[in-house]
């Protein structure tokens, strides 16, 4: 087990004051067998309401309202948890569920659907010429492509830093070979449904201290869930060529990358010019001190 603190800073300045609509703050791990909350706090201004839930992924919500004009609009949301890692494991599953092509169990299939049906369009089939050349072989089995792809996307693409808010269609990606976590991530989930796989978006943070050439630290990172039979949701990051990692830290799961964003919200006026900052620090805990 380690323990971690997770800081997390977004700032918005605006060069004219203006009025804030209901924002939504994706910003709390989701907890599990893996992952455990320890504490927590959230501050922001201006001054404002907030509200708790859980959204229809089971993701954890916070429902901010805003009570005052302002130039700046701060969050910072400072996190104390415990991960137990649980590394992947070679496992012999005398299944032929797990191999390609990918056929899922009739109960499983009623709940998968929204995850299995492609989100975006290919208006030139520049993402289906890519597939072909990724395609599993028959009979391959379905962890061993699914980490071929991983890897196949970590290699082929050139990751480049950007800032400004949105995602690349996956043939935008294909065509350009290079994008941010989040355009990689994407462009997996699409693949991997265009093969009948159950894929979604997860948006989170990365421990990345101790990996070799890590990209994608010191902000929000991103990364791919694919559902297997016999081994359920698995976590595979394109970016770095992960998978099941203990340095991933899901925040939000989505069947877009639009309904995962950490922030989003509406301002009311004319703001003149805008910019946004995002600082992420994620970091061990120093041990505990023994008793005497």
């Known amino acids: 087990m380690s323990r971690l603190t997770i800081r997390h800073e977004t700032r918005y300045a605006y060069e004219h004051a203006v009025a804030f609509g209901p ?7 989701r907890g599990g067998h893996a992952l455990r ?23 954890c919500v916070c429902q901010l309202t805003l009570l ?3 130039a700046e609009f701060l969050v910072v949301s400072e996190l104390e948890i415990e991960r137990f890692p649980a590394p992947l494991a070679p496992q012999e599953v005398d299944d032929p569920r797990t191999a390609t092509p990918i056929v899922y169990p009739a109960n499983d299939r009623a709940v998968l659907g929204p995850y299995v049906e492609p989100a ?15 395609a599993p072989e028959v009979g391959e089995p379905a962890l061993d492509y699914v980490l071929r792809l991983n890897r196949a996307i970590h290699d082929a693409f050139e990751y480049q830093a950007r800032y400004e808010e949105g995602v690349q269609a996956p043939f935008e990606t294909v065509a350009r070979r290079s994008g941010t976590c989040r355009d990689f991530a994407w462009l997996m989930v699409e693949v991997l449904r265009r ?3 159950a894929a979604r978006f997860v948006s989170g943070y990365l421990h990345s201290p101790g990996l070799d050439g890590v990209r994608g630290a010191g902000a929000t990172h991103a990364w791919c869930e694919v559902f297997l039979p016999a081994f359920g949701w698995m976590d595979f990051d394109p970016t770095n060529a992960l998978a099941e990692a203990a340095a991933l830290i899901p925040v939000a799961v989505s069947r877009t990358p639009a309904e995962a964003a950490p922030i989003s919200g509406a301002i009311i006026g004319v703001p003149g010019e805008s910019r946004m900052e995002v600082k992420v620090d994620v970091r061990l805990c120093p041990p505990l001190a023994s008793a005497a």
């Open 37 to 59: 909350v320890v504490k927590g706090s959230l501050t922001f201004s201006p001054r404002g309401e907030t509200r708790w839930r859980y959204d229809a992924y089971g993701n």
């Open 195 to 197: 093969l009948g796989f």
């Open 120 to 134: 975006t369009d290919d208006p030139e089939g520049v993402l289906l010429r890519w597939l072909h050349g990724q």
């Open 68 to 70: 005052e004009e302002a």
């Open 23 to 29: 924002h939504e703050l994706l910003l709390r791990p």
